[in-house]
């Protein structure tokens, strides 16, 4: 009778370790990158504020990053408990509703740490925490509908965390010039999120689930994604270029001709190759990010 209760109880809390799966510590790399952009492209040495770029880098990832995973992982957990049984919420690993105590602890948790920093960074937190309750929760559901859906997923990963990484930096709001180039970025980014959903097509179309490619079929929207992903990249290399910035300019531009170059093999089996494109294309993308970073730091 005592092992009974022992082992009803052990059920009723989630293990230390089955937390830190839910949030998914893998997701964290994308927007902590986006992070470190914002913070290089501030100009700011890393000395100055090496106490709030910690914070900051929490902030981004483990605490909304990983907030935004416990909230879609509670919300998808009846689909999760059909395609992927053995998800911590599905498996009962993390046991009853504390699916959704974690999502909200870590919602509480990132606006205290965020607010604490600076205004800007509380208010781009604020946004960043709406933006991934509606991304998966009802009755928005933004990640439901494949137009607007991974923009505003891009919006949060990419965009805000940019400008949470300058503004940590800075501790005021940053340049315009700043704001224009993390603003292409992030649109650009909308594109790299429709990669990920050439994983699941099938899935979506079945479970009524209208991401872009169900909508417009995987050829039109990889079209789509890769003309979203170029146009923006080439702007930005324009504005570093007309801003005096040129060797950044030039890395910038030589990343989006590499990706171009890259772009047909996607297209020829969007499902197949999205993975391929991500391990290289994306890559590319990212690491023209971090370049513009640095020719934002000559010239904001």
Known sequence: M?????????RRFPAPRDVVVLLKPVTWFPPMWAFMCGVVSSGVPLGERIGFLVAGMILAGPLVCGTS?????WYDRHVDAINEPDRPIPSGRIPGRWGLWIACIGTVISLIVGWAINPWVGAATVLGLILAWIYSAPPVRAKANGWWGPGVCAAAYEGLTWFTGAAVMIGD???????????????????????NDFKAVEGDRLSGLRSRPVIMGERGAALLACATMAVPQAVVAALLYSWGAIWPAALVAVSL???????????????????????TGTSLYVLGMLAAAFGLRTIA
């Open 173 to 195: 709001l940053p340049a315009w010039q700043i704001l224009l180039v993390l603003g292409l970025y992030a649109a650009g980014a909308d594109g790299i999120m429709v990669l």
């Open 69 to 73: 995973q416990a909230v879609n992982d």
């Open 257 to 279: 001709v590499a990706q171009l170059a890259l772009m047909p093999r996607l297209l020829s089996d969007p499902a197949k190759q999205a993975p391929f494109y991500n391990a």
């Open 2 to 10: 005592v092992g009974a209760s022992l082992a009803q109880n052990a």
